[in-house]
Nanobody
Framework: QVQLVESGGGLVQPGGSLRLSCAASGSTFSIVTMGWYRQAPGKQRELVATISGGSTNYADSVKGRFTISRDDATVALQMNSLKPEDTAVYYC??????????WGQGTQVAVSS
């Protein structure tokens, strides 16, 4: 079993930056992939970025602005040049050795003037 705790969300002006963090605990040895998804009100949850074995993947909408990184059982998302359309609840997600998905509780990111 894996438990995830997210932090770092908040309110920021357009063009600003935030850094999200997700700390995993429990059976962290089983983690293969870590990543971030987001869901805006009335919209489907979408992939933001993932990292696995040093390889990263980004949604086109955040490429060049966001950076995902991992340090042991913690995954971070550095978000720069934030836009109002980045406003959403951001969720940490991990996949274990058998591709079982674990989700964090979500952290709110609001980008507004």
């Amino acid at each position: 079993q894996v438990q995830l705790v997210e932090s770092g969300g908040g309110l920021v002006q357009p063009g600003g930056s935030l850094r999200l963090s997700c700390a995993a605990s429990g059976s962290t040895f089983s983690i293969v992939t870590m990543g971030w998804y987001r869901q805006a009100p009335g919209k489907q949850r979408e992939l933001v970025a993932t990292i696995s074995g040093g390889s990263t993947n980004y949604a086109d909408s955040v490429k060049g602005r966001f950076t995902i990184s991992r340090d042991d059982a913690t995954v971070a998302l550095q978000m720069n040049s934030l836009k109002p359309e980045d406003t959403a609840v951001y969720y940490c997600k991990v996949l274990d050795l058998i591709a079982y998905a674990y989700w964090g509780q979500g952290t709110q990111v609001a980008v507004s003037s």
